[in-house]
């Protein structure tokens, strides 16, 4: 699916307000950043993202290969019927290799597979593609440079496949290059490549050439090589090549030397360009259309060549439902194992439904996978999605259009050269079937989703839930409450967004939620709300033309604020009412809301960051200097502690934004979240993609920053992941990660619970050797509720800071709803930090702690802790501490 990179579609905006404080200071970094072991694997979705080709190789049974537009390639398992991704060591500096145009698996030679990685020709993608090769079906993989750009996830991404193995002798390989780059050559396995200086087209078809944003203005390029393998023997280069190229008047050439020599093939149908072209039986098969696909494509045609006498047949199916098509024609595969048998798809039939055609007798005559005549329509295939129910994309359609569909940019289709019953096509899933045959005798074929563990979805916004679940903020398909993260979700979230790409909740009432994208139904809208924890959700008044962004409701389910993709900022004082406009915010900044202030909102753009205490109505600039893009989270349970995530670093504010520490250790980050303490600790766990110690990777910090543990390692990458990142606040150590194209990641520590090094004191900078940890004389409490505290440490001379801990007890019989400490300190110490309850802060003493939402309830025997930060000067001893507990 294309692809929504952060910063490449959108124009930076500079802030028109003046700055008012910059970076005060760098947290020191204890020691350079350890890796400790954790577990990867996706949060079960199966499926979502295009499926653009799929590979059997022709000589070993079960090897199957599938690749996508921006979440790598995988490779088939038959012993547990799901996919093995095999490009997760791809990381941030060749991000883009995530996107694969073509694959070949070797026929001679079943080992080898090579992929053909690069994900944009224009700027989005800074890095020129690759040709990627593996000796052992894809586990491990060398890398050959190419002196251009890969489009992966640009238009024609379906056609192919640009790379092919020759099959008589394996060591040469060609690819057809997109751009102007024409046909390439490889003679030593694909180590070194050279160009076909002596090819006579490189293609011309170019879908928008005044497209502004680059994305459309690409020569489409070769776009497929097939071998005429029985024109060879084994040992030699095959004679017989055939090559497609992007050009509605010359779409086929061949050699018949080798590629010593190349003409175009007469008699060709002219008007459209072979997206698949393929040998067998003595002909060359062709599908066309008048456009590059996978979205587009009005008309086209199927043709056969037979190569031994030089004459071009029509064999194109006829239009169910007669007239002329409105689609053009792709998913071209030929049964090995009988060679008269074809099929091909209408790609670009979106409506009412792609179309699947099967011919056993060389294209003289055909049979559809369904027909229609009006609105009535005629299944000749039954599809059991029971394994991936929210593939009917909650649609309620009317016929002839069905729920679920049989697919769309269905370019991606195959029969199994070992089985000609098993058959599998691409598209928004990969579907298949183990009866095909049954549709030549008129019986019904039977298909599944064959995608377990193909996870390739984009990421825009995740949510670890108070109350347990997972929420995820989808590009394409919306997003799901994961309840159970190793099954699939049975909807995604309805009303239907078809984009989610921001969510959020109320910190003070967890059961108000808030999301917001974009959709084309008229029973949804842009934003929804829920108020039983996103178990139900209704749409609300929408300001004019907004749609996409970011949006944040505060601590009190009051108020909202949405910083929109398009149209402006706006924030509204009645969930689901109407919407004013903001003021002092730039359009397209990132925006939070306190945790715990429900007037006060934050937003961050062009490395400026801003304050609203009026509930969103305005804001003003506080902080600057911090970087140019990044995102933020605000602290639970403490007011104004702020995480920046930038380009130059992690950034932590105290003070709402006015100031901000950096992080030394960071260069440069992507995203942070919080998560439960680590054990023995109060303060959230911290999680972030960033370069740490000069590594790029996801790092833990369980000492509020000053300290970071590397928690994947070069295997598990991922591209371009993290735009999306959050620790569960209830199951310490555990991350879960969003990526550009492979899903949704969650991670728990592999070993033994493993920590980062407790802080150090860090101001003033001549400090004392804590002291140990000191206790209250006694615990004391009413209601069955006792309270403990602990100096956990202490630094300065006459005067400076200190760590506590209150423990709080339910010594009860019955349990409790929520707890209430009071704090006495008999030497004028004050508070300047606070997490897992909540006080005013600046306040005095004695301090009145009420528990968070997450940690109020306790059954009898259960506790619950709270920490803080304080300041003391002359003396610091304990407080005394009590405590009410209610039922």
Partial sequence: ????LAGALSVALAAAATAVALVTMNVPSASAAVSVPYSWKNVRLDAGGFVSGIVFNPTERNLIYARTDVGGAYRWNQSTSAWTPMLDWVGWDHWGWNGVLSLASDPVN?????????MYLNSWDPNNGAILRSADRGTTWQVTELPFKVGGNMPGRGMGERLAVDPNNNNVLYFGAEAGQGLWRSTNAGVTWSQVTNFPNAGNYVQDPADTNGYLTFNQGVVWVAFDKASGTSGSTTPGIYVGVADLQNTVYRSTNGGSTWERVAGQPVGAFAHQGEVAGGALYIATSDKGGPYDGGTGKVSRYQISTGTWTDITPPTPGGGDNWYGFSGLSIDKRATNTIMVTGYSSWWPDTFIFRSTDAGATWRSFWDFAGSNRTNNYNLDISSVPWLTYAAQPSPPEQAPKLGWMTEALEIDPFNSDRMMYGGASVYGTTNLTALDTGGTVNLTPMVRNMESS????LVSHPSGPLFSGLLDIGGFRHAKLDAVPALMYTPFMSAVTSLDYAEGN????????????????NIAYSTDAGANWYTGSVPNGAQRGHVAMNAGASRVVWSSENAGVFFSTSVGGSFSQSSGLPNQARVEADRVNPNKFYGFSGGTFYVSTNGGQSFTAAATGLGSTGQFKAMPGIEGDIWLASDTGI????????????????????SIGFGAPAPGRTNRALYTMATIDGVRGVYRSDDTGVSWVRINDDQHQYGNAGQ???????????VYLGTDGRGILVADPAGPPSTTTPPPPTTPPTTTSPPPPTTSPSPTGTDGCSATFARIGQWGTGSGGFQGEVRVANTGTTGTTNWTVTMTFANGQTLSQIWGGRTTIPGSSPYTVVNEGWNGALSPGQTATFGFIGNWNGANNPPTVTCVARG
Avoid: E, L
């Fill in 510 to 525: 967890p059961t108000w939620m808030v999301r917001v994208g974009q959709t084309d139904r008229t029973n949804s809208a």
């Fill in 724 to 734: 999306a990142i959050t620790g569960d606040p209830t199951v310490y150590g555990r």
């Fill in 651 to 670: 950034y932590h504010s105290t003070d709402s934004g006015s100031t901000f520490s950096k992080i030394a250790a960071s260069s440069s980050a992507v």
């Fill in 458 to 461: 984009v990421v825009a916004d």
């Fill in 110 to 118: 079943p080992a080898r597979v090579y992929a053909a990685a690069g």
């Fill in 1 to 4: 699916m294309r692809n929504n």
